[in-house]
């Protein structure tokens, strides 16, 4: 197999390029091997297409929006119109996008390769909960776009309760959506559960299991919330039963309470899968092992606990109780130090590397550097003082990008970087990822760092029109939003060329020790072709570059049968049985 | 002194400024809890964001090279780096809950204005029967604001004072602040010219263009920070803090009420612009949110109960006061009630001017 390497006393593990028919893209053909597949990596990238498509058009929206805010006229939108473009751009960019990017794409695709499984454990729960996105996507965006919707993805009452827009069609949209998130999320956790192969204990996971697995808990004990919540918020709409409106005896701030409770956790939905693939990119790339591997995996379900417990925090000038208020700014403070620990961690792992600055590596530094900021700036939303300057403002806006956009879609980027040469068996050109990684983190930043100081001098969010002295802002921020396009462009290209005119993927084009590169690019139908040897995931001793082939190989230490050999005597204690 | 070093730092009207004017007693507070949070994020940012570059580029290594190190774990380093953090986000949080407890304080023996937000505008009561759009303030005395909405949550946002509070409707929310920066006055002529200018075009008083209201005053922004709807953007007043109480009584009464020698219609026009009405109706003929008001008065309309109703005045005057009563065909029912909020002479200064309008009127 590989003729390059020749280490004496050891033999060399390598599988090879899959042949013609063995791999999952070629083993079946047609449509309707794909539409009634039970292959969670057949699903996984008929998710990632439905996520891009989604992306596509929510990021047109938000081009939209940026172009419109040129002119603090106006003129491209009217109000009306504006207030139904940032709805449709935050409602699509969440529930379409950012909450199943990574765990229903990637994930799908890659927990139970990585886990060393053939497939996650439900395959047709797995199939309904895509097609459930699928109706529920398209529901959605049917009713978001046919018959306009104007509260904002949040729906907050009394507003979405006495609109004339579409409110009770979108949420059943979204009602929809949870249940698919829910059914991935069970699905992950039963997987990870059970299907471990010998070997595979809790902590020789990956931590982009660890960080699924957290997701997941998050999916399924959050979600429902959502559901009972937008459920109410139609009974309300239609039978006026009271619990939101005013008008009714009702009170909007508990709508917020019951939202956030859900929504709160959804932001760590996005989030913790991000972690994960940071972690996995950190590692390879630098090809050393994870530096405080159980205090990642610890921080990642401390998150998700305690992402639980701060929801009150977006309702700091709603007017609730004060000692209510308090209690919440300081439990919000204490998710902050499990996300401070992954920082530190990923640097000391970088540290006495063998850094590569391959696309996925250039893609996690950018993560490392915008979540710094979205982090950071978090502290001055947690902060009770300066919350109620900022509250609401386009500060707010700019630090959920940071986190959202800088940490969810960079994270997502970097591990499609990652793992596509996994996925489709072809490699790209590093310099387009590279040039595509620049354009990306540029933009960014020029589009969303201007929005700090907006927010800082007080202008608020979900303005159409605003102030002259805003303008100079506004106008950098849409030239930076600009650039982000392109470098989404590139990225897309740059992708898309190398299905068409890549060079074939090795195994293991990176070096990384984690099972799924322990397959064929494209991984074979079952995953392996025999049960994996399931070691410690970022233990790099074994792997070698392979001069002459470009790949690398794992070095296994030839295991020399020892002759069977009768004892000379018998051992001293056997004679005393007889 | 303070004050006006940070106004200095932060003129309102340039691009460059990094905050608005520093105008309330919080707002230096607030600015310094913001300038230590940033301080600190910056310097673990920046200890950060070496350590990343620094690694990436020093670490750097051909590909199939071996990492000089495999170290794969510290305890003690990795509870240094846990702990150190958690001092300064506790510092953090006990500075943050202090102010904000002072926030919610309020001093005894405070001005008091009363607020009501509505879809999209405000209404400032300062009492006895006077109500205006604009807040108006006393430097250096505590002011509390006690809120309610007619109809969707709000939040009535001062960034000068770094004071935000939502307006939730069936409830009364309250905040209070001290201004100690008073607004400047323009000079009559600069104050004439833009009323002439004003008058002449015929348009509202361009807050923007001006940077003074029509009375004369320079003035911070109040905005709405709640998302509210269609002109949620639009739904902006203005804060004056007057130097002196005598100068502040003066503005006041100069608002409560009609004197002997206007006219009903022309204070009616008035009472259009001041009380909200502009939001909503307008007076050309195109349609807003409600009716307009061109041609309304002795028309005949038809209502969403299916029945017909001559516009007159005891119609209108219903329409103001129980404004969910009789829903006008095509229109949502929105309106909030004035009830209590506009004197019988008012009601009648409305009417007159609705009259004024209104080809059919007899």
Known sequence: MSAGLNIPGATVRDPGFPTERENYLTNSKGVLSWMFTLDHKRIGVMYLIGVTLSFALGGLLAFALRWHLLDPDGTLFTNNIYNQVFTLHGAIMVFLFIIPSIPAALGNFLVPIMLGAKDVAFPRLNLSSFYLWIFGAIFFVMALCASGLDTGWTFYTPYSTTTDTSVIMATLGAFILGFSSIFTGLNFIVTINTMRPPGMTWFRMPLFLWATYATSIIQVLATPVLGITLLLLIAERTMHIGIFDPEYNGDPVTYQHFFWFYSHPAVYIMILPAFGIISEIISVHSHKHIFGYRFIAYSSIAIALLGFLVWGHHMFTAGMSDMTTIIFSALTFTVSVPSAIKVFNWLATMYKGSISLTTPMCYAISFIFLFTIGGLTGLHLGTLATDQHLHDTYFVVAHFHYVMVGGTLVAFLGGLFHWWPKMFGKLYNENGGRISAFLVFLGFNLTFLPQFILGSRGMPRRYATYDPEFATLHTASTHGALILGIGLLVALVVLLMSLVRGKRASANPWGGATLEWNCTSPPPFYNFERPPVVGDPYDFHDIEWDEQNERYVTIEPERKMVPETEPAEAPAHAADKQ | ?362
């Open chain 2, 1 to 362: 002194m303070l004050p006006a070093a940070f106004s200095l730092l932060a003129d309102y009207t340039e691009d460059y400024a990094w905050f608005p004017d520093s105008a309330s007693t919080f707002s230096s507070e607030v600015d310094w809890l913001y300038k230590v949070i940033t301080g600190i994020g910056f310097v673990f940012f920046v200890g950060v964001i070496i350590a990343l570059f620094g690694f990436a580029l020093k670490y750097r290594k051909a590909k199939g090279q071996k990492a000089e190190s495999q170290v794969s774990h510290n305890t003690p380093l990795e509870l240094a780096w846990s702990v150190i953090p958690s001092i300064f986000l506790v510092g953090m949080f006990i500075f943050g809950a202090k102010v904000y407890l002072d926030m919610r304080t309020v001093p005894d023996g405070s001005y008091e204005v009363g607020v009501q937000a509505f879809k999209w505008g405000w209404t400032m009561d300062y009492g006895r029967g006077t109500f205006h759009p604009e807040l108006h303030l006393l430097v250096n005395e505590p002011t509390k604001l006690t809120m309610r909405s007619s109809d969707v949550i709000h939040s009535l946002y001062v960034p000068a004072f770094r004071a935000k509070k939502d307006v939730v409707p069936g409830r009364y929310n309250y905040m209070w602040f001290e201004p100690t920066l008073a607004t400047e006055k323009v000079s009559d002529e600069d104050l004439a010219a833009a009323v002439k200018e004003t008058e002449e075009s015929g348009a509202e008083w361009d807050y923007d263009k001006y940077q003074f209201t029509p009375d004369g005053y320079r003035f911070y922004d109040l905005y709405c920070a709640e998302y509210c709807g269609e002109n949620h953007s639009q739904m902006q007043t203005v804060v004056v803090v007057h130097k002196t109480r005598e100068d502040l009584d003066a503005w006041i009464k100069k608002y409560s009420s009609r004197s002997d020698t206007e006219s009903l219609e022309s204070y009616g026009e008035k009472l259009y612009a001041r009380r909200g009405c502009s939001g909503c109706h307008s007076i050309d003929g195109s349609p807003r949110v409600g009716p307009t008001w061109k041609d309304a008065f002795g028309s005949m309309r038809a209502l969403t109960s299916g029945a017909t109703v001559k516009v007159d005045e005891n119609y209108l005057r219903e329409s103001i006061i129980y404004p969910k009563e009789k829903i006008a065909a095509g229109y949502q029912p929105v309106m909030p009630s004035y009830k209590g909020q506009l004197s019988d002479d008012d009601i009648d200064s409305m009417i007159a001017y609705m009259k004024s309008l209104s080809a059919n009127a007899e």
